[in-house]
């Protein structure tokens, strides 16, 4: 990603929970004691950026030990990847975050769950092919079938359709402006060759 691009700096702002491995002084705020160094073992969350930056920094012991280790933030949870496991389809990603899979693709790079991967991989294909079913059904861009009344629904102008976007995040969105483009050029397109 660019180095101006929102979304990469939106997503590196994310908060994801660290631990502190050693007793540092003057750093108390962060754990709202000012007067007071921020002490081994204290649990803060941090954004995501000073959180990799803290945790490749060698601290210059013997032991190689790094200033803080983390945890994966509860968007990538054990709930959520179980849930995930379950059915993608039914998890609202964007409540787990607006940059779900930048933010789960910058965790694998920093963590060893592999079960991660394969999860994230599955969820993103199943919900890619339900993306583009409601993408090309979205203001009368389906096809007609025999006896029908209407081209396509109006998905996203309310009710479940309206669920369904609400619950896409940042990249998915993305995939949805585009499939639904790509759908509405291409009936346009088709009915521009009829003509002829």
């Not at 179980?82 to 779900?100: M, Y």
């Not at 592999?114 to 059904?137: P, Y």
């Not at 996203?156 to 359709?161: D, N």
């Not at 009936?187 to 003509?195: A, D, L, Q, S, T």
Request: proline share 4%; with cysteine.
């Amino acid at each position: 990603m660019s180095y101006y691009d929102i979304d990469s700096i939106l997503t590196d702002a994310e908060k994801i929970p660290c631990t502190f491995q050693l007793e540092l002084p003057d750093l108390g705020y962060l754990d709202n004691t000012p007067t007071q160094p921020l002490k081994s073992g204290t649990k803060v969350s941090l954004p995501l950026w000073l959180a990799e930056m803290l945790a490749i920094a060698n601290t210059g012991d013997i032991e190689g030990k790094s200033f803080v280790t983390f945890d994966l933030p509860s968007a990538l949870g054990n709930d959520v990847i179980q849930a995930l496991k379950a059915d993608p389809r039914a998890v609202p990603l964007r409540d787990q975050s607006a940059h779900f899979y930048g933010l789960a693709t910058h965790m694998m790079e920093l963590s060893e769950e592999q079960e991660l991967a394969a999860v994230l991989r599955k969820t993103f294909v199943t919900r890619a092919s339900e993306i583009a079913l409601h993408a090309r059904k979205v203001g009368g861009v389906g096809h007609k079938g025999k006896g029908a009344a209407e081209e396509g629904s109006n998905l996203g102008i309310g009710g479940a359709g309206e669920d369904f976007l609400r619950g896409l995040e940042d990249w998915e969105r993305k995939l949805f402006r585009k499939a639904h483009d790509g759908a509405k050029s291409g009936k346009e397109w088709m009915e521009g060759v009829k003509r002829f």
